[in-house]
């Protein structure tokens, strides 16, 4: 059975950093797409990085060069290391995860999800 869990949501200031963990169970994140997206109040549920089965990593622009997705496989873990933080980051942050490749950077793509952690960024 996959289970996603997440956890390191908090509330920062602007300019600051959090790190994400999602710890994954049933299956072995180094065979799988992997995946965080992010909710934000009234809004649908937005791609923010993506690691292919292959390595290969990729990020929504609005994150690039700020937000760094990571795996530990010993851990069986997905991590996401967020800096610079803006209050246009708030959301609820979710893991996803899917057998692949290829790959997606819809949320369609994806069949298992975590409850999600609550990222909150005041300025």
């Known amino acids: 059975q996959v289970q996603l869990v997440e956890s390191g949501g908090d509330s920062v200031q602007s300019g600051g950093s959090l790190r994400l963990s999602c710890a994954a169970s049933?299956?072995?994140?180094?065979?799988?797409?992997m995946a965080w997206f992010r909710q934000a109040p009234e809004t649908g549920r937005e791609g923010v990085a993506f690691?292919?089965?292959?390595?290969?990593?990729s990020y929504a622009d609005s994150v690039k060069g700020r937000f760094t997705i990571s795996k530990d496989n010993a851990k069986n873990t997905l991590y996401l290391e967020m800096n610079k933080l803006k209050p246009e980051d708030t959301a609820v942050y979710y893991c996803?995860?899917?057998?692949?490749?290829?790959?997606?950077?819809?949320?369609?793509?994806?069949?298992?999800w975590g409850q999600g952690t609550q990222v909150t960024v005041s300025s």
């Open positions: 996803a995860a899917e057998s692949g490749p290829p790959c997606g950077s819809w949320e369609a793509d994806y069949n298992y």
């Open positions: 690691w292919q089965s292959d390595g290969v990593r």
């Open positions: 049933g299956f072995r994140v180094f065979a799988y797409c």
